[in-house]
């Protein structure tokens, strides 16, 4: 039977921002307000639907750590996301993990989690294109869209990601690389020497693309992850 490997950070902050309510009471007086009952049943609803769609009833419902390893090898890692969570975001991460045990790993992100876990029998439902480095089957529940990541396509992406950075995460990968660069990089040879060969022709060294990596590389292998210590093996070419 497949196995649901759902984003619990992704669905739980998209629900908890759709449900916030702004009131005008006059006078130059706001309030915003959630109805956390109501994110409750949304939230059953998503789960009930991809249970059908995928004719199974297992799932495993993963969110991030509040330490986050990728800290340790750059302090500046997601360091420009200050805004708010949403009024209601905590609490409903609470009460999913408590009624659907939903899955927290020690230093890990909840992309992580899912990667650990992603096999022959599972789906990845999710919307961030960082999970694209995962070979295996996927759906994205804004799309619709369900497909399938081999390992060649899994590995480019990383490489991709390394050479243009992700603004959004908070790491710059290659300076003045965008995506065409990094297509025209990989397409001569899709490699970690290429890369390399890249940052070093931009007059930098292997260890700083070495840093990038191991910022975007999303974990996918027992080894990556120590569960009993809680140890991350940082990625090496």
Request: hydrophobic share 40%; with cysteine.
């Amino acid at each position: 039977m497949t196995t649901l490997l759902i984003d619990g950070d992704l669905v739980v902050f998209r629900l908890t921002s759709a449900a916030e309510t702004e009131i005008n009471w006059g006078e130059d007086f706001y309030t915003l307000h959630s109805d956390v009952r109501a994110v409750k049943s949304l939230f059953d609803g998503e789960i009930l639907r991809l249970q059908k769609k995928f004719k199974t009833s297992k799932c495993v419902i993963a969110f991030s750590d509040k330490e986050n390893f990728r800290r340790r090898v750059d302090m500046g890692y997601k360091a420009n996301r200050t805004g708010r969570k949403p009024l209601a975001y905590r609490d409903m991460v609470a009460w999913v993990t408590r009624e659907f045990k939903a899955v927290v790993c020690a230093n890990l992100e909840a992309d992580d989690v899912l990667g650990l876990r992603s096999g022959k029998d599972t789906v990845i439902v999710s919307w961030d294109k960082d999970m694209k480095q995962i070979p295996g089957k996927h759906y994205n529940p804004i799309s619709d869209e369900v497909f399938e990541v081999s390992p060649e396509e899994g590995y480019r992406f990383f490489l991709t990601q390394v050479l243009t950075g992700d603004r959004v995460d908070g790491y710059t990968g290659l300076p003045g690389c965008g995506p065409v660069k990094a297509e025209n990089i990989l397409n001569a040879s899709c490699t970690w020497d290429a890369v390399v060969a890249a940052y070093t022709k931009a007059g930098l060294e292997e260890h700083d693309a070495l840093r990038q990596a191991r910022l975007a590389y999303i974990l996918k292998d027992s080894k990556d992850w120590n569960h009993k210590t809680g140890e991350v093996k940082l990625w090496t070419p």
